[in-house]
Structure formats: structure tokens, C-alpha cells
């Protein structure tokens, strides 16, 4: 499996998070994990950030500022394109998973817990460029 440099997770649910960075960390696909504990602090995680990391995984329903609203933030500023992102909530709503599919940097949605399969859904849905073993 490739290794991305940085991943970001944005998730208010910190057991959740204890879980998701166990799991990434085991399976060995990145030097670093960024958590945040909701699209606010994603925000000012991004406009502070010098490296911007490739992937950030992004739950939906958060408090003072949801996933999508920190999407719809991120899809109008000057870093559209520069990260890509997987939807990972709990939710199972036709309407959340439409609504995922109107951003550009979206590559997929997964529902929690993370697993190892859904990691490889991920990967297998991150743009890869040939010869580039690292992102």
C-alpha cells in the first residue's frame, strides 16, 4: 500500500479518533496524523498550514462547523485541489452521500468504524502518479 506523508482527520469523537489513528498507525500509511475536532479548527488548521496534507479523512456531523461546511469552505478557497478528501461518518443517508459527490476533492465515503478494507478503499480511490511510491 502506498504511504501519504500527512493525513488529517477531522472528527469531533475523540474515542473514534484513538481508534482511526490505531489503526492508520498499524497499517503503517503515514509518518503523520493531524487530528482536529471539527471543521473550524480544520479551517484554521488549513490557512496556518505550510504542507498541506494530501488526504484528511472528515466526519460530517460535528459541532460549530460540520464537515460539509468546512467542505464547502475549502471547495471556494485558494486550496481547491491541493488535498483530497474521504467522507467518514456514521451516516448512512442516501442524502449525505449525494451531497459528498458535489465536491471536487472528494474521492470517497466511508462509513465508521475504519477497517482495513476501507483503508484500502481509500488508497484505491486516492489519485496516484506513476513512479511516485510517497505521497
Not at 78 to 94: A, D, L, N, P, V
Not at 98 to 106: G, H, K, L, P
Not at 121 to 130: M, S
Amino acid at each position: 500500500m502506498t504511504m501519504i506523508s500527512k493525513i488529517l482527520l477531522i472528527d469531533d469523537d475523540e474515542t473514534s479518533n484513538f481508534i482511526t489513528e490505531k489503526q492508520l498507525k498499524r497499517l503503517n500509511v503515514s509518518n503523520e496524523i493531524i487530528t482536529v475536532l471539527n471543521g473550524l479548527e480544520a479551517k484554521n488548521y488549513v490557512l496556518n498550514c505550510v504542507d498541506l496534507p494530501p488526504l484528511a479523512l472528515v466526519d460530517i456531523n460535528m459541532p460549530i462547523m460540520t464537515g460539509f461546511e468546512f467542505l464547502d469552505w475549502f471547495e471556494h478557497s485558494k486550496f481547491k485541489g491541493q488535498c483530497k478528501f474521504s467522507i467518514y461518518s456514521t451516516s448512512i443517508r442516501m442524502e449525505d452521500r449525494e451531497q459528498a459527490n458535489q465536491f471536487s476533492d472528494v474521492i470517497c465515503y466511508i462509513e465508521k468504524p475504519l477497517t482495513e478494507e476501507k483503508i484500502h478503499k481509500i488508497f484505491q480511490a486516492f489519485p496516484h502518479k506513476k513512479g511516485q511510491p510517497e505521497i
